[in-house]
């Protein structure tokens, strides 16, 4: 029997030395292995399934994380030959479970472990270093135990012409329905220019969990800051006999959920129960941090401002790295004072757009050295020149954590609000100047009307601080308007030929910007600015772009033929069904500028499919003409968690068709539907004029959030739409 191994004991072997990541990696696996199986955990001796998850197709009958990190100065000689002395970090993380296996699909999923077994990344005279450690053992119903020989039984994944490493991949032997699969993944990391990576502690799981426990210790010289939420247990501090800090948690029967990744209208960091960590390095002196970062210490829920002072130091920073500006500064420039010289009547709103869209259609898209950051700052700047009113603003994402909720400065974004309205953040999307992205409506946000930049100071910048409500769109600002034309091709009453345009504004055209080429923006751009130079005119005038001209139109010719693959995925997706031929496609706007804020898109093409014979009459399934829509399924009559729309929205339906000549159209009454609700509904009606059927047909959503108890309301709105979806009428031979 192997000797239980106490964690002060497993502290020595993990983290006695540098040396760690300098012995033989496969006596090192050895090591960990026998160290772990022995932990002192008598959740993982227990193997009954207690009653009631026979049903289930896989058990976690426990989890245990056990971290460790501690930091120790080292002295390094550069290439300088000035001493440097650095706090370097060494890091484990152990994750173990035990898994019951109940059914065919569980054994797919478990019966593969992939791993990457080492990793370096290299900075300037720096080295950061990454192995990871897997073990499993199959525990079979009479109780006998197999180790899996991980590192004979291990194969190598590569891809590339030189067969480039990625990974390293082992099956699990005779592992079968019934066995329970006992296996751990250990992450040992030496970091030198990195923080420990961010840690969720997720008490959730698409499987029963019926205990989940968390062991961390920490060098006191670090910097550890976290916060529990949504009901996730509080975190226990103490210190143990070497000063470090010991946080501990656990749970028992964690919340089931459906995997997240097939979950709809989901926003998981305000539903779930979780402990976001970070674990930082700030005495070292390699790692740049904000002068607001704290010191060493143990932080839970540090409140807001603490991070939003962070986000103001790192803003202010960028004030500094201006230098790589001169050129874009140049066309940037021009392009304002040339409009404006054309223009000399500006409101502050329409200065205040002209700025940014000159800003962002100059803007390269080299992010290393142009960051979002450096263009909001520049927005700033540029706004300050032309005394267009401004302050920054600080906002987080509706899918991300709440404003009371954050625990580290990348969870607040950063904007610009001008002339008390009017919202500009870095660019993103199709979007028009001003247009506010559906992540961040109904935020409150933080705003500062900047006196000065103090990068040195605490804060890094000085200025009267403020509140800002963004506002919610309604459903009639994010509308899909679909246009559909359809007749009856003259040779084959089978086939229809159909037009499409889509007209879409707000967060439906979101859908719709993998249809849009850059040169489509490009060009809309160049004549919103007023730039009469086209694109491949500028590339021929730069000396430094001039010889990469056919490159040019050889990727243009490529991104072409992809454009045409994704307008028929598209088409695809709407029907489920592939179009027969898609005969053109094109773009009278892409929703960019404010003038023409929808994107307008028009298809044609021809379908079969859609009509089927019925003697010598017709069976036109006329409902899907408004596409596949969404169908509730079990689990979305089970969901156990609130709604996070992208915004509320309106579908509008606008159908044309065409009867063929010797033909009658019968069963009309039936396309005729009104149902609403207090979030939203569904309205259908037809109107017959000659030989034109003309169908329309409503889904809309008026609400963003919908809580649990309500969220059947929803579902009502959706088995309307398909109950339309389904309508066939009968064209009879006259």
């Known amino acids: 029997m192997i000797k239980k191994v106490s964690s002060t004991v497993l502290l020595f072997f993990l983290l006695f030395s540098t040396g760690a990541f300098a012995d033989d990696l496969q006596a090192r696996a050895k090591s960990i292995r026998e160290i772990v199986w022995a932990w002192d955990k008598p959740e993982f001796e227990n193997y009954e399934l207690p009653e009631g998850y026979e049903n289930e197709s896989a058990i976690i009958l426990a989890r245990h994380q056990h971290i460790e990190a501690t930091s120790k100065n080292r002295f390094r000689i550069n290439a300088l030959l000035f001493g440097d002395i650095n706090r370097e970090l060494y890091y484990t993380n152990i994750d173990r479970q035990l898994v019951k296996i109940n059914d065919l699909s ?53 891809e590339g012409k030189k067969d480039k490493k990625l990974e390293k991949k082992v099956a699990i032997p005779g592992l079968q329905v019934g066995d329970i699969l006992d296996y751990f993944v250990c992450d040992e990391m030496e970091l030198e220019t990195y923080n420990v990576p961010p840690e969720i502690f997720a008490f959730f799981g698409q499987y029963p969990i019926l205990k989940y426990s968390i062991h961390c210790e920490f060098g006191n010289k670090l910097t550890v800051e976290y916060r529990s939420v949504n009901g996730a247990p509080e975190m226990k501090l103490s210190t143990d006999a070497d000063n470090n800090y010991v946080l501990d948690a656990e749970a028992e029967n964690l919340m089931k959920i459906f995997p997240l990744d097939e979950t709809r209208w989901i926003s998981p960091y305000r539903s779930l129960p979780m402990i976001r960590m970070y674990v930082l390095n ?135 609000l001008a002339n008390d309205h009017q919202l500009f953040f870095f660019r993103n999307g199709y979007r028009y100047a001003g247009e506010i992205p559906a992540v961040y409506q109904g935020e409150a946000v933080s705003t500062m009307e900047v006196v000065k930049y103090a990068a040195n100071k605490k804060y890094g910048m000085e200025g009267n601080a403020g509140h800002y409500e963004i506002p919610e769109s309604k459903s009639d600002d994010n509308i899909l308007n679909a246009s559909i034309e359809v007749s009856f091709s003259g040779n084959n009453p089978l086939r229809l030929d159909i037009k499409r345009n889509l007209r879409s504004t707000g967060s439906m055209k979101e859908d719709y910007w993998p249809l849009v080429m850059y040169e489509d923006w490009d060009k809309e751009m160049r004549e919103k600015l007023g730039i009469g130079q086209t694109l491949m005119e500028e590339l021929q005038e730069d000396k430094s772009t001039r010889k990469y001209i056919d490159e040019y139109l050889s990727a243009l010719e490529e991104r072409k033929k992809n454009q045409k693959e994704t307008v028929e995925l598209e088409l695809t997706d709407y029907y489920g069904q592939k179009p027969d031929e898609i005969t053109g496609y094109s773009f009278s706007a892409t929703g960019t500028i404010v003038d023409s804020p929808a994107l307008d898109y028009t298809v044609t093409y021809t379908m079969e499919g859609l009509v089927k014979n019925a003697g010598e009459n017709l069976i036109l399934e006329i409902g899907r003409l408004i ?108």
């Open 106 to 158: 569980a054994l797919t999923e478990f019966s593969e472990l992939s791993f990457r077994e080492e990793a370096k990344l290299s900075g300037y005279l720096r080295s950061n270093k990454l192995r990871t450690i897997v073990g499993a053992r199959v525990i079979k119903p009479d109780g006998s135990v197999t180790e899996v020989a991980i590192d004979e039984e291990a194969v190598n994944v590569t």
């Open 282 to 416: 700030n005495a070292s002196k390699l790692i740049f941090k904000s002068p607001n970062a704290r010191k060493a210490g143990v932080y839970e829920n540090l409140p807001y401002d603490e991070y939003l002072n962070d986000s103001k130091t790192f803003l202010a920073a960028q004030e500094k790295q201006m230098f790589w500006m001169k050129d874009t500064d140049k066309k940037v420039k021009k392009t304002i004072s040339e409009y404006i010289e054309k223009h000399p009547s500006m409101t502050d709103d329409e200065q205040a757009v002209l700025v940014y869209d000159a800003l962002r259609f100059h803007w390269p898209g080299n992010y290393a050295n142009y960051p979002g950051l450096k263009f909001v700052v520049r927005l700033q700047q540029l706004f300050k020149e032309h005394n267009i009113p401004h302050k920054f603003l600080f906002v987080t994402s509706r899918f991300g954590p709440g404003k009371e909720e954050v625990v580290t400065d990348d969870d607040i974004i950063t904007g610009l």
């Open 627 to 734: 596409g596949q829509q969404w169908e509730p399924d079990e689990r979305d009559e089970k969901r156990n968690m609130d709604a996070y729309l992208p915004t509320a929205i309106r579908l509008n339906y606008h159908i044309g068709i065409e009867i063929p000549e010797g033909y009658a159209v019968e069963g009309l009454e039936a396309l005729s539907s009104e149902y609403s609700n207090d979030y939203g509904g569904f309205h259908s009606d037809y109107k017959l004029e000659g030989n034109k059927l003309f169908v329309s047909a409503s889904k809309i959503y008026e609400k963003p959030y919908i809580s649990l108890d309500k969220w059947n309301e929803i579902v009502l709105i959706a088995k309307k739409t398909n109950d339309f979806q389904a309508k066939t009428v009968i064209l009879k031979k006259i």
